[in-house]
């Protein structure tokens, strides 16, 4: 069973810095991609980042050159570099893994982590 347990939220002033993790569990970590995803009050949850099992990365344009997302495989951990923080990236900050089982994609979440950044 797929288990993805987020850390490292808290509140910080804007300017600041904060480090997600989010360890993985149930599934083959190594094979996979990963992603960090957000949603904040009364928007659409997004995509902020994915690492590629091969290690190759991308990010939403909002957070480029800010954040940077990692990954250890021997731990079975993915993680989330935030620097620069404004208050606009104020948001529930989910871990997240998309597979395609059979004919089904299939996305699992963590229960997510609040991250607040203060003006």
């Known amino acids: 069973q797929v288990q993805l347990v987020e850390s490292g939220g808290g509140l910080v002033q804007a300017g600041g810095s904060l480090r997600l993790s989010c360890a993985a569990s149930g599934f083959t970590f190594s094979s996979y991609g990963m992603h960090w995803y957000r949603q904040a009050p009364g928007k659409q949850r997004e995509l902020v980042a994915s690492i590629a099992w091969s290690g190759s990365t991308t990010y939403a344009e909002s957070v480029k050159g800010r954040f940077t997302i990692s990954r250890d495989n021997a731990k079975k951990m993915v993680y989330l570099e935030m620097n620069s923080l404004k208050p606009e990236d104020t948001a529930v900050y989910y871990c997240?893994?998309?597979?395609?089982?059979?004919?089904?994609?299939?996305?699992?979440w963590g229960q997510g982590t609040q991250v607040t950044v203060s003006s």
């Open positions: 997240s893994l998309r597979r395609t089982i059979g004919t089904e994609l299939r996305t699992d």
